[in-house]
């Protein structure tokens, strides 16, 4: 897995693609992070721009670590950064990974993210050092539960006070993937599976 988490691929979705994040992609995420609606359901700081390069250039030097990380989710023609989706965490040892995406308002609602976290995990599961995958959710983040569980994600639990958002604490929901799961999923709905009488 190595040289796939040191050379991430790109991959294409309907009108956009995962590629990896770039410095100059600074100026769009910071742009897109700066606008409430984006940020006031998510544990994100109060960003600014010199922190948003800091951030490109974490997720930059994981991959080049041979760590998971994060893809930018760039428009198709313009190439310009809308979201980006991958992991704040992995465990090697554990074989789990933690999920985390963001979006542009511009583009909620149009399925992009769905395909992202949908790309993602399959890139993820058809390596071989995953078995679990999950996320954590503010629990008024009802269009980010969707999501996950349109992609077959389990809630397991509720963290109480789990994260300090905008100087206060709430609770979050656990949501988890097993590869097993995602797996028995994707061949029920596989429409060349025979089918039992």
Not at 63 to 87: M, P, R, Y
Not at 171 to 195: E, H, I, N, Q
Request: charge should be positive; hydrophobic fraction near 40%; charged fraction near 25%.
């Amino acid at each position: 897995m190595a040289d796939e988490t040191r050379h991430p691929p790109t991959i294409d979705l309907q009108g956009a693609r995962l590629r990896p994040l770039r410095v100059s992609d600074a100026a769009a995420f910071y742009a897109y992070l700066r606008d409430p609606a984006v940020t006031e359901l998510t544990s994100y700081p109060v960003v600014s721009l010199p922190m948003v390069e800091a951030m490109i250039e974490r997720y930059l030097r994981r991959w080049a670590e041979g760590e998971l990380s994060k893809w930018g989710i760039a428009l198709q023609h313009e190439d310009q950064l809308v979201g980006t989706c991958g992991f704040n965490e992995w465990s090697k040892v554990h074989r789990w990974a933690e999920l985390a995406y963001d979006l542009a308002q511009a583009h909620w609602g149009t399925g992009r993210m769905r395909q992202a976290v949908d790309a993602v995990l399959q890139w993820t599961y058809q390596q071989d050092q995953v078995d679990r995958v999950h996320a954590y959710v503010r629990v008024d983040n009802r269009r980010s539960e969707r999501l996950l569980q349109r992609s077959g994600f389990v809630r397991e639990g509720c963290l109480r006070r789990y994260r300090i958002c905008r100087g206060q604490p709430h609770d979050f929901y656990m949501y988890g993937l097993l590869r097993s799961d995602w797996a028995a999923a994707r061949l029920d709905s596989d429409p060349t599976k025979p089918v039992s009488t």
